[in-house]
C-alpha cells in the first residue's frame, strides 16, 4: 500500500507564488519518477512537471520559467515551487509517483484570482 499526502493549494492573487509539497510512504521500494499534473473543470488531467530519479525534468510549457520542480529522495517527496501564477493555472494538483507502478494522491485545489 502507498500513500501520496499533499499540501499547499490554496487561494492566491494572479502573479503570487504557491508550493506545493507531495510526501509519499508505504510498500515503496524506489520511485523511478515524481510529479504533479493538474485538472481544470470540464478539461482533462495534463502534465505539468515531472522529475525522475536522475534528476532529469520535464516541464508544460505553460509553466516553463514559472514552475520548479524537485525531490528529495531521502523523504520520498516532491516539491513544486509555482511562481507568478495566473488565473488560468486555477485547477486540481495532482501528485504522481511511478514505482513503475502508478500512483496518486487526492488531489489539492489551486485556485488564482485576477
Known amino acids: 500500500q502507498v500513500q501520496l499526502v499533499e499540501s499547499g493549494g490554496g487561494l492566491v492573487q494572479a502573479g503570487g507564488s504557491l508550493r506545493l509539497s507531495c510526501a509519499a510512504s508505504g510498500s515503496i521500494l524506489s520511485i523511478n519518477a515524481m510529479g504533479w499534473y493538474r485538472q481544470a473543470p470540464g478539461k482533462q488531467r495534463d502534465l505539468v512537471a515531472l522529475?525522475?530519479?536522475?534528476?532529469?525534468?520535464n516541464y508544460a510549457d505553460s509553466v516553463k520559467g514559472r514552475f520548479t520542480i524537485w525531490r528529495d529522495n531521502a523523504k520520498n517527496t516532491v516539491y513544486l515551487q509555482m511562481h507568478s501564477l495566473k488565473p488560468e493555472d486555477t485547477a486540481v494538483y495532482y501528485c504522481?509517483?511511478?514505482?513503475?507502478?502508478?500512483?496518486w494522491g487526492q488531489g489539492t485545489q489551486v485556485t488564482v484570482s485576477s
Open positions: 504522481y509517483i511511478r514505482t513503475p507502478w502508478n500512483y
Open positions: 522529475i525522475t530519479s536522475t534528476g532529469s525534468t
